[in-house]
């Protein structure tokens, strides 16, 4: 079974940064999307930023330009450097992989790291 292990979170001051990985436990197909997703109390989850196989990455608008997502080589780590955290930016951060377009379309999930922002 593949596992996703998110680390990274924590309590940051708006205007700072802060770094998720997300580890897998074992070789994911290097053509899967993986991607960051977010979820705030009362809301629903929400995409964050995406990266395909061949690199292509997507940001949620509320994002773009503050926080880029990367991973590693060989693809089993996944990153999301923030940097310019706003309150709204509150939310536990899950990561995923092996999906599509639609959230409930990604095949692995992590359990969450939560960003508190004050």
């Known amino acids: 079974d593949v596992q996703l292990v998110e680390s990274g979170g924590g309590s940051a001051q708006a205007g700072g940064s802060l770094k998720l990985s997300c580890a897998a436990s074992?070789?994911?197909?290097?053509?899967?999307?993986w991607g960051w997703f977010r979820q705030a109390p009362g809301k629903e989850r929400e995409l964050v930023s995406t990266?395909?196989?061949?690199?292509?990455?997507t940001y949620a608008d509320s994002v773009k330009g503050r926080f880029t997502i990367s991973q590693g080589n060989p693809k089993t780590t996944l990153y999301l450097q923030m940097n310019g955290l706003k309150t709204e930016d509150t939310a536990m951060y899950y990561c995923?992989?092996?999906?599509?377009?639609?959230?409930?379309?990604?095949?692995?999930w992590g359990q969450g790291t939560q960003v508190t922002v004050s």
């Open positions: 995923a992989a092996c999906g599509g377009e639609r959230i409930a379309s990604y095949v692995y």
């Open positions: 074992t070789y994911i197909f290097s053509g899967c999307r």
């Open positions: 990266i395909s196989g061949d690199g292509t990455t």
